[in-house]
């Protein structure tokens, strides 16, 4: 089972918006609405920032959304601030055999 | 909000078992339970080890599936996680995590434990 394909690096000025790609297959991304992203600052645990494609946790800010076309899910963080640079992981259940496969990771800076 | 600490050895000979264990406060394991570990060697990307569910399982990373038993003591309200036949490339932080039992996500994740195998 491969992972999840994100670009390595994604970049943006303070208020501007940055958007991240995670391409599956039929198999995870594209069979199940279960893609969940995470924030993961360094040294720290990652924190999930959506889940169920589009989902905001309770605290999470309405800065970020998520979407989902075919094979392909979207994280989306609109009017950047400082403390989201970060790394950015995506992650798909896959079905019974596999339940989960993370994303290769993004980093985010932001200029 | 859950809170998982995972606790365990710094460091492991190879060809030894890495036993961690994930201690749940402010919740009880015993109900609706479903929790996880991942994995992130150092520097790279985040990995998913395997996962207990209240309505089935263990499910385990095919590709670690032979090393793997993931259990859970409801006396203790803990989880743990054994791998078997360390080598070098398991060396990694490793985190435990509730998990959303239905649609799949990790809802609250620990600080994350680094193990080292080394000799």
């Known amino acids: 089972q491969s992972a999840l394909t994100q670009p390595p690096s994604a970049s943006g000025s303070p208020g501007q918006s940055v958007t991240i790609s995670c391409t599956g297959t039929?198999?995870?991304?594209?069979?199940?609405?279960?893609v969940s992203w995470y924030q993961q600052h360094p040294g720290k645990a990652p924190k999930v920032m959506i889940y169920?494609?589009?989902k905001r946790p309770s605290g999470v800010p309405d800065r970020f959304s998520g979407s989902k076309s075919g094979n392909t899910a979207s994280l989306t963080v609109s009017g950047l601030q400082a403390e989201d640079e970060a790394d950015y992981y995506c992650?798909?259940?896959?079905?019974?055999?596999?339940?989960?496969?993370f994303g290769t990771g993004t980093k985010v800076t932001v200029l | 909000q859950v809170q998982v600490q995972e606790s365990g050895p710094g460091l492991v000979k190879p060809s030894e078992t890495l036993s961690l264990t994930c201690s749940v406060s402010?919740?009880?394991?015993?109900?609706?339970?479903?929790w996880g570990w991942i994995r992130q060697p150092p520097g790279k990307g985040l990995e998913w080890i395997g996962s207990?569910?209240?309505?089935?399982?263990?499910y385990y990373n095919p590709s670690l599936k032979s090393r793997v038993t993931i259990s859970v003591d409801t006396s203790k309200n803990q989880f743990s996680l054994k791998l078997t036949s360390v080598t070098a490339a398991d060396t990694a932080v490793y985190y435990c995590?509730?998990?959303?039992?239905?649609?799949?996500?990790?809802?609250?994740w620990g600080q994350g434990t680094l193990v080292s195998v080394s000799s």
């Open positions: 207990v569910f209240h309505s089935g399982g263990p």
């Open positions: 992650t798909s259940y896959a079905g019974s055999n596999s339940l989960y496969v």
């Open positions: 995590a509730r998990e959303g039992c239905i649609s799949y996500w990790f809802e609250s």
């Open positions: 402010d919740y009880s394991i015993s109900s609706d339970f479903c």
């Open positions: 169920e494609v589009s």
């Open positions: 039929s198999s995870d991304v594209g069979g199940y609405n279960y």
